[in-house]
């Protein structure tokens, strides 16, 4: 079974940084797609970006494209979320996810196993 664990969530100023990471374990992800989504209060949870756990091709939502970098360590089995340049409208709980899949995927419902959540908090 599939565990995911997120971590580094935090309270950052507008034009701050931050990293999350997702340690996984439960599996081999080498035929895994690993992906971060979020959810603001009252919104649906969005993609953000996404990786081939194979290989290491991303994804990213044009809305974080040049902001944000997911990398992941195969020797660690983490998968990470750099986050720069931080927004208000970043504001959110972030997800790590795992799809068994071998493309990368951005629909929320092809993942299946998830993280707990960690939340990101953006102040201007």
């Known amino acids: 079974q599939v565990q995911l664990v997120e971590s580094g969530g935090g309270l950052v100023q507008a034009g701050g940084s931050l990293r999350l990471s997702c340690a996984a374990s439960?599996?081999?992800?080498?035929?895994?797609?690993m992906g971060w989504f979020r959810q603001a209060p009252g919104k649906e949870r969005e993609f953000v970006a996404a990786?081939?756990?194979?290989?290491?091709?991303?994804y990213y939502a044009d809305s974080v494209k040049g902001r944000f970098t997911i990398s992941r360590d195969n020797a660690k089995n983490t998968v990470y979320l750099q986050m720069n340049s931080l927004r208000p409208e970043d504001t959110a709980v972030y997800y790590c996810?795992?799809?068994?899949?071998?493309?990368?995927?951005?629909?929320?419902?092809?993942?299946?196993?998830w993280g707990q959540g960690t939340q990101v908090t953006v102040s201007s």
């Open positions: 996810a795992a799809a068994s899949k071998l493309l990368v995927v951005v629909v929320a419902t092809l993942y299946d196993s």
């Open positions: 439960g599996r081999t992800f080498s035929s895994y797609v």
């Open positions: 990786i081939r756990w194979s290989g290491g091709s991303t």
